[in-house]
């Protein structure tokens, strides 16, 4: 019987999180008597993430790609799914925040679509433990990428970094911003007509490991978003200036 499910683990420093993720990753993949393996993508982490990963794959189907540094989470995910033999292929991260335990509604779903969002905004769906620049950031995000990506408008939660995709799909998408972080958004901006659902699960707070999250990150997403939608950017940054600088003068005028 062929591997029917991949599940990719881009990694970087999870040392600690991947035995665990693993681990877990097992319980339900048992359960669900499907064959399976799961790729991880290491990016040379120093902690030993990628030699962990192989002593793993002496208990569980792991396979093990390292490359010589950090080169971005979209080119490490893109590589992982062009190493995919599963037909269904899942992205989610190492550090527990994307619990396993949400994989076989992932599954189920897709019977019926094509790319299937573990979503913190439906019904059901919650965020745990962030404080509110975190939760402030990102629904800007959200609210930006459903501005400019047509496919995205009528998705929920379309920078979710859990997802499965079928592989028909995963093979359109070719990151045009490797550097990024959310894959999501490029696999939707060349989903075409795929049918795309949502499910819900709880997003909480890393237990190990630091978060990645930065301005560098931030800075990525808008400049992909940037990237699949030239002309629309344009004209949103064009008119958020101009709000800013009607403000300005309201502003100017009453105080002067």
């Not at 208990?59 to 080119?75: A, D």
């Not at 800007?140 to 408008?153: M, N, P, Y």
């Amino acid at each position: 019987m062929s591997t029917n499910i991949t599940i990719v683990l881009p990694t970087y420093n999870e040392a600690e999180n991947l035995p665990l993720v693993i681990e877990e990753l097992g319980k339900v993949m048992d359960k669900l008597s499907l064959e399976w393996e799961v790729i991880v993508v290491d990016d040379n982490s120093p902690d030993g993430t990628a030699e962990i990963a192989r002593q793993l794959s002496s208990k569980y189907p792991v396979k093990v790609v390292v490359r010589p540094g950090r080169m971005g989470l979209n080119s490490a995910i893109s590589l992982g799914m062009k190493n995919a033999k599963g037909d269904l292929i899942i992205v989610m991260d190492a550090d527990l925040q994307h619990p396993p335990s949400t994989i076989p509604l992932l599954i189920q779903k897709s019977s019926e679509c094509d790319l299937v969002i573990a979503s913190r905004y439906v019904e059901g769906g919650k965020i745990i433990g962030f404080p509110l620049p975190r939760r402030i950031t990102s629904i800007g995000a959200i609210i930006l990428t459903r501005i400019l990506v047509k496919k995205a408008r009528s998705v929920k939660d379309p920078v979710s970094g859990f997802f499965l995709v079928k592989k028909n799909i995963a093979i359109r998408w070719e990151p045009i911003e490797p550097f990024g972080y959310k894959a999501l958004t490029e696999i939707l901006a060349v989903s075409g007509k795929a049918r795309v659902c949502e499910v819900p699960f709880e997003f909480k707070v890393r237990v190990k490991g630091s978060s990645k999250l930065s301005f560098k990150i931030i800075l990525a997403h808008v400049k992909t978003l940037a990237k699949l939608n030239p002309t629309g950017f344009t004209l949103l940054a064009v008119g958020c200036l101009g709000v800013v600088a009607t403000l300005f003068y309201i502003i100017h005028q009453v105080v002067s």
